[in-house]
C-alpha cells in the first residue's frame, strides 16, 4: 500500500503530538509491560491486573467428549454443545442466538438469571459440564466462578453486579427444577481465544499458548508457571509446578508515554486516565481519535477553509470508515463527495499515521505476551497465539503492518510463533476450558 503523503510540515506535527510510530521504542515498551506483569503477578502496584484463570490447557486433549457452553458478549447470548470427536477436533451442535438479556430494556437480578435459565433448559441433558464465556468484567475465584464487578456494553441489569455468576445460575436453575450441571467455571473471551488456539493446533505438546483480542477493545492472556503467580495473600498455595491462563487486562497498561492529543482525547472519555493502551489501539477509540487529531490540525491551519468546514460538517470519523481513508476508497461514500485532494490527503496522512502506531503498539503487546509464555513453558518449541477481533482482521492492513512490526521485535529472541484464527473461539475455547 503506497502511504499517505506527508510533508515536512505535516510530519513536524505528528511528531509534535507523539503520533509517529517510531517514536515508540519497542524494546523498552517490552521491558515495562514485563515490569508491569512482574508487579501485577506480585500482588504490587501496576497498570496490568494479572488475574489468575485457574484455568490451564487440558493435559491429555478431550476426546469423545460433550460440553454445554455458554457465551455471553456485547449484544448477543449464544447457546451451543461442543462435541470433541475422536481426533479432538470440537464440533459445534444445537446453537442458539438471543438477545443479551438487559441490552433493551433494564432487568432485575431474578429476569436475568432466569432469561439464561430459559435459554439453557433444552440442552441441561446433554452433558453435565458446561463452560461459561463471560465477555464482561469478573473477579474468578479458585472455584472458578466469576463475581460481576460492573457492566459495560451497555447491559442494564444492575442487581447482577457483585453477584456470583453461576452460584446464581445453578440456584434459578434449582428453583425451576432443572438440572444443575454437576461442573461448571467461568472464564473471559480473552482466556476462551487462548484454549481455542489449542483446540486449532489439536493440543500439540509442541505449544504453549497466547489468547488476543482486538475488535471494540483490546486484551490478553498467556500461560503462566504458578511459581511466578506470588499474590501470597491473595492467593495462597497455588499448585507447584502447575500453569494457568493469566488474564492481563492489557488494555490498562498504562507506561505508554502519549501526546497532548491523546492526553486531550482522554479526558473526554467515560473513563479518563484508565485503559491507557485500549485507547491507543481498539475500534471503541480509534475513529473518534483521528477525528480528534484531524480537528487540531485544521486549527492549526493544515487543511485548506473549506477542508475544515468539510470535516466539521462530516461531523467526524468512526473506526469503520478508517479503511476507507487510508485505503483512499472515498468514491464508496457519497459523504466524502466534494473533498479536495489536498485535504483528503492531510487526512489520510494522519489517519494512517495513527493506525501505523496503533499496529506497532499492538506488536508490542503481543510480542510481550508471547516471551512470557515461551519462559513459561521452556519446553514448548513454538507460542500458538490465537487472535480475535474486527480491527486485528478487518481494518485496512493492520493485521499486515502488525505482525511485520512483531517479527522485527522477536527476530532478536528466536521465539518461533503461529498466528491462528478460530471461527467461534469464545465456543470453542469455552469448551475445551470445561474439560
Known sequence: MKPAAVNETLRKFLSHYRLLADQYDADEIVAAFHDEMDNGLAGKPSSLAMIPSYVS??????????????????????????????????HIDSFTNNPMPGIDKEVTKEEFFGSIAEFLAPVLNKSRQLGFCFSYPAAIDRQRDGTLLYWTKEIKAPGVVGKKILANLAETLRERNLPVPEAMLVLNDTVASLMAGAAAVRFSPEYTYVGFILGTGTN?????????????????????????????????????????????????????????????????????????????????????HH??????????????????????????????????????????????????????????????????????APKARKVCVSADGSVYYKLHSFQERAEKYLAEILKPHNVEYDIVKVDDAPIIGAAVAAC
Open 220 to 304: 490478553t492472556s498467556y500461560i503462566e508457571s504458578n511459581a511466578r503467580i506470588t499474590k501470597e495473600k491473595v492467593l495462597p498455595a497455588l499448585p507447584a509446578g502447575a500453569s494457568q491462563a493469566i488474564n492481563v487486562e492489557s488494555a490498562n497498561f498504562g507506561k505508554v508515554q502519549r501526546g497532548d492529543i491523546d492526553e486531550a482525547f482522554d479526558g473526554t472519555t467515560n473513563s479518563p486516565g484508565k485503559y491507557t493502551l485500549e485507547k491507543m489501539v481498539s475500534g471503541a477509540y480509534l475513529g473518534p481519535l483521528c477525528t480528534a487529531a484531524i480537528r487540531v490540525a485544521a486549527s492549526e491551519g493544515l487543511l485548506s
Open 57 to 90: 490447557v487440558p493435559d491429555t486433549p478431550p476426546k469423545n467428549r460433550t460440553i454445554i457452553v455458554l457465551d455471553a458478549g456485547g449484544t448477543n447470548f449464544r447457546t451451543a454443545v461442543v462435541r470433541f470427536d475422536n481426533e479432538s477436533a470440537p
Open 307 to 376: 477542508g475544515a468546514v468539510f470535516f466539521k460538517k462530516l461531523g467526524g470519523l468512526e473506526t469503520k470508515e478508517l479503511s476507507l481513508v487510508i485505503g483512499r476508497s472515498y468514491g464508496k461514500r457519497p459523504e466524502f463527495s466534494g473533498l479536495a485532494q489536498e485535504d483528503a490527503e492531510v487526512m489520510a496522512a494522519i489517519t494512517d499515521s495513527i493506525v501505523e502506531r496503533a499496529a506497532k503498539l499492538t506488536a508490542i503487546n503481543l510480542a510481550a505476551a508471547i516471551l512470557r509464555a515461551a519462559r513459561s
